[in-house]
């Protein structure tokens, strides 16, 4: 877990201001919900091979970034659609207003809204909240982590026939196919179980819960990752790159466990 020296957090009520970021949030799955009702097919555009965005990504963000920036002006953002902007701010909001797009446009669940605070040194806060369930997990530095106002912790699994794995398909599929495939080979009758859901934040807060005990994947972005990794470390699991080491945040190399397993899934990643 993050070690923090600035003493800019002092400044922040960080429970007060994640308790802000939990309504914004919901106000956002709102927003999903009754779109959801009337989607419109035909505005979706294709960014790259299999890689769709919505108006409803869209406007749900333009709806966040406004809301955010009220509430921290002081704050720059990174966004998955590209509002706001980033320059030489002392805190940044990490944002994914829709994580799980395909399953939307789809009418398949989870899909969710995630965001993170973080200064420059480290995550300060994380709230997903998922649609199709109606569940709000969330976080902040020196805080449990909770769903819904309980108390949420990873499982002590750490036996690989037991262990319930989630794996993330991205979509530079050339690239990540052979360790796909390996992954699939060395998990598929040897693991509890796998699964391929489609939304990285959600699914990184499902190990949080103890509803999965780890999750793999590559090249997703920072939005992903940042609010669901600070949630899954205050329930006491653990998120590395590949290698075991802290380049995570970028989302180019992600294993997101309950602890007990890390070893395991890495040397799983490696082989």
């Not at 009754?34 to 299999?50: I, L, N, P, T, W």
């Not at 449990?144 to 262990?163: C, F, M, P, Q, R």
């Not at 690239?175 to 693991?191: K, S």
């Amino acid at each position: 877990m993050y070690v923090c020296q600035t003493k800019e957090i002092a400044m922040l009520d960080l429970e007060k201001l994640c308790t802000q970021v939990q309504r914004i949030a919901r106000e956002a799955g709102a927003f999903l919900k009754e779109e959801r009702s009337k989607f419109d097919h035909g505005r979706v555009e294709e960014k790259s091979a299999h890689n769709y965005v919505s108006y409803v990504d869209k406007e749900s963000e333009k709806w966040l970034i406004a809301q955010l920036s009220a509430l921290l002006p002081e704050a720059g953002f990174i966004a998955e659609e590209g509002s706001g902007s980033l320059g030489d701010e002392t805190y940044c909001w990490l944002v994914d207003p829709l994580d799980g797009t395909s399953n939307y446009i789809h009418d398949v669940a989870p899909y969710c809204v995630s965001i993170a605070l973080r200064n420059k040194e480290e995550l300060l806060l994380g709230v997903v909240y998922e649609v199709c369930r109606d569940e709000c997990f969330y976080a902040w530095k020196g805080s449990k982590a909770y769903l819904d106002g309980t108390e949420i912790h990873v499982s002590n699994i750490s036996d690989l026939d037991k262990a319930f794995i989630d794996l993330g398909f991205p979509y530079n599929s050339d690239a990540y196919r052979p360790v796909a495939l390996r992954l699939v080979d060395r998990l598929y009758g040897f693991a509890g179980g796998t699964r391929l859901m489609g939304a990285a934040a959600a699914e990184v807060c499902y190990i949080a819960a103890g509803r999965f005990e780890a999750r793999i994947e590559a090249w997703i972005g920072p939005w992903d990752i940042a609010a669901g990794a600070i949630i899954l470390m205050q329930a006491g699991g653990k998120v590395t790159d590949f290698s075991g080491g802290d380049n995570w945040q970028s989302g180019d190399e992600v294993v997101a466990t309950n602890g007990a397993m890390h070893e395991t899934i890495l040397k799983l990643v490696n082989e």
